[in-house]
């Protein structure tokens, strides 16, 4: 709970101590107001800052997704990850990338952390890992797994672990994502969603921005492409319902909309959800009411 950094935490706590946030790099909604690429990443200069001069030195770890998910599906510059891999190095403590979401082909690479070319110390796992049977689990080297108090006997046990249908699940789940080329189907299906989707941001005004990798896609719901006010949350509820009307099921419920489609999805199966989209989001244009 501690290291969520939105306020659906508010009214829950007590948080961990010791724990420090930093905001994301995320260019569309700057959170330092700043354009990128002429402000040099300096959201990474701004979590060295936090290092600096809110923690005592000693620090553990930083964590961080490769792509944040629930945010929006934001995808951060090319040189975030790495520059945050380094400020991590500087302090002698561990990068960690939460794969829960980006993890198991989700997009278009096994883990997210292969897009910027970051090799973390440790990798949080799950979601993608079990497709749908709760499960989770860490990857990390031989050194630090044997290092005490998690090398331990039992120091890295728990209740549920080692569960026998857990392991069972995701070993049907990564074995059917590789023998059917998912991750190879989430990057080629993901590259033309991705262009669909950006066609469809050129004829409807609303559509602020769209970016993503593989088959994890956020698009940008705005009432106005210059102040890149939210798009009303009735309006949002409004597509949602006329898309649901036409069968499809989505989270364009949210201005910040994801598309978060199966891995095993197919072209034709995507061709329809985008076309349905494209004509509620038509719809609703027409009438004039998004404003």
Same mark, same amino acid.
């Given at each position: 709970m501690s290291l969520i950094g939105d306020g659906t935490k508010i009214g829950f706590g007590p948080s961990v101590p010791g724990t420090y &946030?930093? @905001?994301?790099?995320?260019?569309?909604?700057?959170?330092?107001? $700043?354009?990128?690429?002429?402000?040099?990443? !300096?959201?990474a200069e701004f979590t060295r800052k936090v290092v600096k001069n809110s923690t005592t030195g000693a620090l553990a770890a930083i964590l961080i997704e490769p792509i944040q998910g629930t945010a929006g599906n934001v995808v951060p510059p090319p040189e975030f990850m790495p520059a945050i891999q380094a400020i991590a190095r500087e302090n002698d403590a561990l990068l960690i990338s939460d794969e829960m979401i980006t993890g198991f082909g989700r997009t278009g690479r096994w883990f997210g952390c292969e897009h910027s070319g970051v090799r973390p110390d440790v990798m949080t796992i799950g979601k993608g890992l079990g497709s749908g049977f709760p499960v989770s689990g860490l990857i990390s080297t031989d050194e630090i797994t044997r290092s005490a108090p998690w090398g331990n006997p039992s120091g890295s046990s728990s209740s549920y672990g080692g569960n026998p249908m857990a392991g069972a699940a995701a070993y049907a789940s990564v074995t059917i994502i590789e023998e059917e080329k998912l991750v190879e189907n989430a990057a080629r299906l993901g590259e033309f969603m991705l262009s669909r989707l950006?066609?469809? %941001?050129?004829? &409807? !005004?609303?559509? /602020?921005?769209?970016? /993503? #990798?593989? +088959?994890?896609?956020?698009?940008? $719901?705005? #009432?106005?492409? %210059? *102040?890149?006010? @939210? +798009?009303?949350?009735?309006?949002? =509820?409004?597509?949602? %319902?006329?898309?649901? #009307?036409?069968?499809?099921?989505?989270?364009?419920?949210? @201005? &910040?909309?994801?598309?978060? @489609?199966?891995?095993?999805?197919?072209?034709? *199966? =995507? !061709? *329809?959800?985008?076309?349905?989209?494209?004509?509620?989001? /038509?719809?609703?244009?027409?009438?004039?009411?998004?404003?």
């Open positions: &946030h930093a @905001p994301y790099a995320d260019c569309y909604r700057c959170p330092l107001k $700043l354009s990128y690429p002429s402000c040099g990443v !300096e959201c950006k066609d469809m %941001q050129e004829r &409807h !005004e609303f559509i /602020g921005k769209v970016d /993503g #990798k593989g +088959l994890l896609i956020g698009v940008e $719901l705005v #009432k106005d492409r %210059q *102040t890149r006010e @939210p +798009l009303d949350k009735r309006v949002c =509820a409004r597509l949602f %319902q006329e898309c649901l #009307k036409r069968g499809l099921i989505s989270m364009v419920y949210n @201005p &910040h909309f994801r598309v978060n @489609p199966a891995l095993s999805m197919d072209r034709s *199966t =995507a !061709e *329809t959800a985008l076309g349905i989209l494209d004509e509620v989001f /038509g719809l609703v244009g027409r009438e004039g009411g998004w404003r």
